[in-house]
């Protein structure tokens, strides 16, 4: 090789490092992709949600990048890079991976409370924008700048929980006095828990039963004989899918009918049907949004997933819808710009009209403005919203009335 070579492969090197480098910078201009990252459990016990909710979040991106993708930067489109993130105990890696290795403008997920705790440590030391739909108060308790959360509170989701229960049983004239509560001891059913017994105490009912089990059990045998020999007269489960299919079936199939009232999570999603069949029928839970208020997006993740449109697909889908217009406001893919944008968007269109809030809006410390938990119940193979009255489709069918 002679000099000149040597020169010109020397320059080569220089231009290919300065070309590498700029390529990993957030940019103010013109992007042909810009990359939002999705922690979610695409495996595990919670797959059927991580499945769902990743449905709701492509539904949104799909239709955002055949309107043009982001205008201000010239059509950019969006990109998903998704991190399967089964337990809490590997979200931190994960995040971080997105972040470092695929330089994210912003990460989604996850509705499982402890990984998205254990994400948003990562997210907010490196200033990146985290939406989520998961319930736990801790999230945006924190004083954290980064996190921000489109669902109720864990709290207020358990308030109403109890709340709009207590108001259907007077509806139906079934006085109530007496309470169960089951919950998984994760951030989620600990959170949830706290609204219901602050419910319960504000009403003067008695929780008779307060019992916190293992994420993942395989006998309900033991939770629901107690619930039986309690004289509770509505019983309160918070828990995921195979929790939830295994409370019910036990209930059922002990001919134990008083009125369960869900606390979302495993009670709102098609696999919760599939599971149980006639058993599902009239079972009750509290929701963050339902498919029947939001006909032609609901009709439009029909057509494309074959299944009712969930409340978290609904949730995740404006979420990520924000997020998306967040990067269109900021004109950049600057994490710190897009954070910023999104402190500040009310968003109103497309997905977010179909959550009860109508808007996706958030408040100082990343909380959603205006989130309200409604009341659904299992009808054949549909959730119908039975309450609050303004927001409700059906009148709910209560299975508690004195004989």
């Not at 006909?295 to 404006?318: E, N, T, V």
Request: glycine letters at 10%; proline letters at 4%.
């Amino acid at each position: 090789m002679n000099t000149s070579t040597k020169k010109m492969s020397r320059a080569s090197l220089v231009a290919a490092a300065l070309s590498t480098a700029f390529a990993f910078a957030p940019v103010a201009q013109a992007a042909n992709v810009v990359k939002l990252g999705v922690i979610l459990p695409m495996s595990g016990p919670n797959a059927a949600f991580g499945n769902t909710s990743l449905n709701g979040i492509k539904l949104a991106v799909d239709e955002f990048n055949a309107k043009g993708g982001v205008k201000s930067l010239g059509g950019a489109k969006i990109e998903l890079v998704v991190a399967d993130i089964p337990q809490p105990n590997a979200a931190a890696a994960a995040t971080q991976r997105l972040i470092s290795q695929e330089r994210v403008s912003g990460v989604i997920g996850s509705f499982v409370s402890s990984v998205t705790i254990a994400a948003s440590e990562v997210t907010e030391r490196a200033g990146v924008p985290l939406i989520t739909f998961a319930f736990a108060d801790e999230i945006t308790g924190r004083g954290y700048k980064n996190v921000f959360q489109v669902s109720p509170k864990g709290s207020a989701m358990g308030r109403a929980q109890f709340d709009h229960a207590l108001a259907l049983s007077k509806q139906a004239g079934v006085p109530v006095k007496k309470i169960a509560i089951l919950y998984e001891d994760t951030a989620y059913g600990t959170a949830q828990a706290k609204g219901l017994r602050e419910g319960a105490k504000a009403a003067g009912v008695e929780v008779v039963i307060d019992e916190a089990y293992p994420l993942g059990i395989t006998d309900a045998t033991p939770l629901v004989n107690k619930v039986r020999g309690s004289g509770a007269q509505m019983v309160f489960p918070v828990s995921y899918l195979n929790d939830s299919l295994l409370i019910i079936r036990t209930m059922r199939q002990q001919n134990l009918n008083v009125p369960t009232i869900g606390g979302a999570a495993g009670y709102i999603i098609p696999d919760f049907k599939k599971g149980l069949g006639e058993y599902a029928e009239n079972v009750l839970s509290i929701s963050s949004a339902n498919y029947d208020m939001a006909k032609s997006i609901s009709d439009r993740y029909k057509a494309k997933y074959g299944a009712f449109m969930p409340h978290d697909a609904l949730i995740f889908g404006a979420a990520t819808e924000a997020m998306m217009h967040a990067v269109d406001q900021a004109k950049s893919d600057d994490p710190a710009k897009v954070r910023e944008a999104l402190s500040k968007i009310k968003y109103c269109d497309g997905i977010a009209k179909g959550i009860p809030a109508g808007c996706v809006q958030f408040d100082q410390a990343g909380a959603g403005v205006g989130a309200k938990p409604i009341m659904v119940q299992w009808r054949g193979n549909d959730l119908v919203t039975v309450y609050p009255s303004e927001l409700a489709k059906s009148k709910a069918i209560w299975s508690g009335k004195s004989k």
